[in-house]
RNA sequence: GCCCUUUUAGCUUAGUGGUAAAGCGGCAGUUUUGUAAACUGUUGACGUCAGUUCGAUUCUGACAAAGGGCUCCA
């Protein structure tokens, strides 16, 4: 999208807000306006209801009044007011006048539209004739919202509403919502079996059911051969450490989501929220030399952490999570080139999970902030020169994110998009000169100095719970054969067929396909409803006349009916070149 | 954490101030089946703790959990 278009849109939405502020002000008297801007996907109006209280039922009625309003708005008239003509014509409106207040303050001018019969402040950005321009609206939802954001003041009343130039792309994007809703890996997590969480064992500590731990194990096993081919080293590390060890990485400090430490023999101890300290102890263990750089430290590491019990969300976010991580240690002059290869294996290993379209975020320090950050300026603006030399001579997309650094160093971030055009952040490396000051690491250069390395904290699928999320709805349950927590479902027909359907089962399970015999007392039909919803790829039936056409009690003598879930039938093959068929998509990952 | 909503059997849902209905599932039996649900029977639940009441799953409160939302500034 141009920036001219997506000004446009936020223009229409904007619109739009100013359109839903009137007609709700019209429907309930008393109710008052506070902010309401274009977003990401639409737009919302915050509002103080007084006495009345809606709900999404009410949202059709609020559209439809829109709609009335719609045809006289054909124009606004913009003026320039003082801040004491803003008290007056806000009046009523305490959230008007303290924002009037505050930007007269900055220095702001103070403006305002008119579409002929509705007044408001407004800092610009309109749609022309939103008669002719806004007809594709929709509200979508009421949610609660703090004003301006901060838990201390008023809970308003949000409505959120969605506004596009075309009825496609409204329809496009109700669509997607829809899609998402279908997708949702709770729901789907839920029907195939992949994972609970356990009121008992607690919110935010799922647990893996057998098909979901076939999933994790699957993913975990692939990054640490992807790694390993890499000359990424594999350690691991204990679940707890001593308090001590994040006070000296300074995490203790700067991250919210420890938890309480426990004594043990007089002494705290944590659960593990961070793998880093822990891999800088393998760092330390001995004297390194520059000939030992980089050093991959990889583990896919389990920490805990205290996320708000509001903020917690599925498998995206939990407090038990595993980072398929890495800390490699570099010399300086190494950080390009090992950027390079990080960055290679992010694109490889994502576009084997089918997500080939990604910008990259540089994210730095908030400057109005920097006492948040740990280390010197100096040490800052070398990291932060060197992370973007590294994204201008990467040749991918790239942008700044001010204040998306971490305390210790500056990131880059990949953001990939997903089979429904949603945006994920998973892959980040970031670059990290505080830490080896903190730990006081050095290594004997070739004149046998001592020197201080960099580290790269890289991190490809972020937390593999989250991770499986995503790709659950980037898949919508429907995983690629490699993926597959099982991958072909025998179908014996009749309980004469029984015995014939082990004895491949057997076999396919034998070559490493996952394989589940449905001998169930059910019918056929029953069968492979039930294996096409679980979304099985293949299901290979056993009848009469596979087992006539069958010969010997060889593979390339053993026929079955092979259906895929999409209802394909793929007509009887031998089990040798069934097992050869999906060797080849699990080889090619489709 | 805060605001709103929700919580009935393994799952999806119905319903009531006098302890609850159904489908799927589970179990038992019958059936032995040709590409998305065979038949019969049976089992099984009001989130937890208080309060109001003769009586609470239903009303009130607290707690817990789940869902939506909470930095995108007129």
Redesign the pocket.
Known sequence: MSKNQNDYLNNLR?TAAHLLAKSVKELYPGAKNA??????HGFYQDFDMGKYKI?DEDLPKIEQRMRENLPSWTHFVFNEITLSEARKLFKDNPY?VE??EE?AKGG????TNDPGNFL????MGHVENPSKELNHFRLL?V????W??N?KNK?LT?IYGTAFPTKEALDKYVWQQEEALKRDH?KIG?EQELFI?S?EV???LPIFLPQGAILRHIIEEYIRREKEKRNYQFVWTPHIARSKLYMKSGHWKKYDAMFNPMKLDDEEYVPKAMNCPHHFQVYLSKPRSYRDLPLRVAENGTVYRYE???????LFRVRCLTIDDTHTFVRHDQIGEEYENVLVLIKDIMSDFGFNKYKMRVSLRDEKHKGKYMGNEKLWNKAEDAIKTVAENSGIEWYEGPGEAAFYGPKLDLMFEDALGREWQCATAQLDFVQPENFDMHYTDENGKLVRPAILHIAILGSVERFMGIIIEQFGGKFPVWLAPTQLKIIP????HKEFAAKIYKITSQNSIRTELDDR??????K??DA??QKVPY?G?I????MEKSGIDKPEGMFL?V?SRD?K?LGQIDVAQLINKLKVEIEKKI
């Open positions: 904007h902010i309401g801007p274009a977003i990401e709900s008007k924002m009037a930007f702001k001018k103070l403006l408001d402040l407004c800092k939802k949610a609660g919202a703090y301006r954001g838990e809970m949000r709770k839920h969480i009121d607690g919110p935010g708000k019990s509001g903020v917690l969300n599925g027909i009749a309980d004469r007392n059910e019918t056929m039909q029953a492979i409803r096409t919803l299901m039936i009848g009469d006349k596979e009916s259906r209802g039938n």
